[in-house]
């Protein structure tokens, strides 16, 4: 925690945690304003968890999100309205501390001048020139000044998609001005959160710091993006400074919906109710399936698209493996509640993975979306829409439930003109060039293209981009296509997977010979592969533009 004070009234900081609220109590603050949004990174508590620790220390608590790209005059006023009424002094927050800031200028426009504005702010290590040029342009952020940052090739995001584009297209083009925008301290491996439920990795050794990790001689922009100005080939970012490209790769993810799911937010991490898509979320699953001896566990999965479809049911088959080696499986009612009407989307890997349903008994519920989650009374709604049927809702118990999300583009793409219907980035599902403005490109989980959404998929589209925006570099045409190879390592049992690995339209795509792992079986070659050999690959390979098994399909002629 990193406390800086702007004015005697408030002090800002970047994200807080549930065990330093108390220490705010301490220091002598009287009210806490949460300025971000839930669900933009995977270690965030809720603002209901903040709330409730505030509560429990005596602070007075408001929860103000500043959605990206949304700093709004009316928000600037709302939080001008907290700062006299709540008990003082008052520390906000958000990601960096850069969009409280930013509501404070804006708040404080009417109040002080532009000059002692910029002074209180830049004391605090805060630049808020931007806001300044938005306070004398109107309320418009302009993006025509040359004291705008300018780069070659601009990318937003640092995950997995976007470290590796960045690496992949650095060690094509030595030369470039590259930047990555993104205000994360932090970089995690979200394929390892799956095996940390389980039982068999430590969180801690899927987490890096993100310093660490940006390839040399590439500018890291620590910021949130706030907007897009494709016509001015500008993003406008937290604070309103504003950054120029000459080329954009879009890659920031998508965003964990946990707030669509009615009181989930009130009782994650407890009551029961976990999940292995966040970080601080993934031991406890392990801690509930390891405590758990008889009852009932549901495993859910939400309508598509989200990312890696399968991880839903690999928690659910290595509960069921540790319950059936414990002895504790056959008095535990194991239940999957699928939004969705198959199994798995590509048929060739059902009658293995149909196989574990029978071998633990599990009970299949398709067309069976969560609504609603009771922690305290350990109860469960869900919608069931089975076809040509009327819809209907029903509420079950449970004694441990593993949720999986419902999942959009982040906001700040949704809002953007580089979205399609959808929300997400609307591009050439070969080229992964964007289908308007062509001097964009977009991988990884926010774009639109059918395939799968995982890190493996990232992992051969990064090379795709790389080689493309280095051809348009070059006065030339596209050269590269993604042929839409995406994989699910399906954890059936511990020691044994069945390796999914396919391209657009369910094609098997498959890495290796039938002789070396055959994908449409269980496997311990393939355990092997996702235990010990997939992460170094990640850290070492993939995200230092080492393109093993990963180089670009080229385009044929016609």
């Given at each position: 925690m990193n406390v800086k004070k702007i004015s005697d009234a408030l002090s800002v900081s970047g994200q807080i945690y549930l065990d330093e609220v108390a220490n705010l109590a301490d220091l002598g603050f009287g009210a806490i304003v949460c300025n971000r949004p839930d669900g933009e990174a995977a270690d965030q508590p809720t603002h209901e968890e903040m709330q409730q620790a505030a509560q429990k220390a005596g602070l007075a608590f408001l929860y103000l999100p500043v959605t990206p790209g949304i700093v709004t005059d009316e928000t600037a006023a709302a939080f001008k309205t907290a700062l006299t009424e709540l008990p003082g002094p008052i520390l906000g927050y958000c990601r960096t501390g850069t969009r409280t800031t930013t509501l404070w200028s804006l708040a404080m426009s009417s109040d002080k001048s532009v000059v002692d504005i910029l002074a209180a702010t830049k004391a605090a290590g805060y630049d808020m020139a931007g806001v300044a040029r938005r306070i004398a342009n109107g309320g418009k952020t302009p993006t025509d000044s040359a004291q705008d940052a300018q780069y070659d090739v601009v990318i937003v995001g640092a995950g997995a998609a976007g470290v590796a584009v960045a690496a992949s297209l650095k060690a094509r083009k030595p030369n470039a001005e590259i930047a990555i925008i993104d205000p994360a301290d932090i970089h995690y491996y979200q394929p390892g959160w799956t095996m940390v439920g389980a039982g068999v990795f430590d969180a801690q050794t899927t987490a890096k710091t993100m310093g660490s990790l940006i390839p040399r001689g590439v500018h890291w922009v620590k910021s949130g993006v706030a907007a897009f100005e494709p016509?001015?080939?500008?993003?406008?970012?937290?604070?309103?400074?504003?950054?120029?490209?000459?080329?954009?790769?879009?890659?920031?993810?998508?965003?964990?919906?946990?707030?669509?799911?009615?009181?989930?937010?009130?009782?994650?991490?407890?009551?029961?109710?976990?999940?292995?898509?966040?970080?601080?979320?993934?031991?406890?699953?392990?801690?509930?399936?390891?405590?758990?001896?008889?009852?009932?566990?549901?495993?859910?999965?939400?309508?598509?698209?989200?990312?890696?479809?399968?991880?839903?049911?690999?928690?659910?088959?290595?509960?069921?493996?540790?319950?059936?080696?414990?002895?504790?499986?056959?008095?535990?009612?194991?239940?999957?509640?699928?939004?969705?009407?198959?199994?798995?989307?590509?048929?060739?890997?059902?009658?293995?993975?149909?196989?574990?349903?029978?071998?633990?008994?599990?009970?299949?519920?398709?067309?069976?979306?969560?609504?609603?989650?009771?922690?305290?009374?350990?109860?469960?709604?869900?919608?069931?829409?089975?076809?040509?049927?009327?819809?209907?809702?029903?509420?079950?118990?449970?004694?441990?439930?593993?949720?999986?999300?419902?999942?959009?583009?982040?906001?700040?793409?949704?809002?953007?003109?580089?979205?399609?219907a959808g929300g997400w980035v609307d591009v050439d599902q070969a080229t992964l060039r964007h289908k308007v403005y062509d001097n964009i490109w977009s991988l990884g989980d926010v774009m639109n293209a059918p395939n799968a959404k995982t890190a493996a998929a990232a992992r051969i589209q990064a090379p795709v981009v790389a080689e493309n925006v280095a051809s348009d570099m070059d006065g030339k045409g596209p050269v590269a296509s993604y042929n839409g190879y995406g994989s699910c390592p399906l954890t059936v049992e511990k020691g044994k997977i069945v390796l999914a690995e396919f391209g657009y339209g369910g094609v098997l795509l498959p890495s290796f010979p039938k002789w070396v792992i055959d994908g449409t079986k269980p496997t311990r070659a393939a355990w092997v592969l996702k235990e010990q050999i997939l992460p170094p690959i990640y850290w070492k390979a993939m995200l230092r533009g080492k393109e093993w098994l990963a180089k670009p399909e080229k385009i044929t002629a016609k």
């Open positions: 016509e001015n080939n500008a993003i406008i970012l937290d604070g309103c400074r504003v950054v120029k490209y000459q080329r954009l790769i879009v890659c920031p993810g998508l965003k964990l919906d946990w707030g669509a799911i009615e009181g989930l937010e009130d009782t994650l991490g407890r009551n029961g109710v976990t999940s292995n898509y966040r970080y601080n979320l993934a031991p406890y699953t392990w801690e509930l399936v390891h405590g758990l001896k008889s009852g009932r566990a549901i495993f859910t999965q939400p309508p598509m698209p989200i990312k890696c479809a399968g991880a839903p049911q690999k928690a659910m088959y290595l509960s069921s493996h540790h319950w059936e080696t414990s002895g504790n499986l056959k008095n535990i009612d194991v239940d999957f509640m699928n939004a969705g009407g198959v199994l798995f989307g590509v048929k060739d890997y059902v009658p293995a993975l149909q196989s574990y349903v029978d071998r633990y008994d599990l009970n299949l519920n398709f067309f069976h979306n969560l609504t609603a989650i009771d922690g305290a009374a350990k109860t469960a709604t869900f919608s069931v829409f089975k076809p040509e049927t009327e819809a209907t809702e029903i509420t079950v118990d449970f004694d441990m439930i593993h949720v999986c999300p419902p999942q959009t583009a982040p906001d700040f793409i949704r809002v953007s003109p580089l979205a399609d």
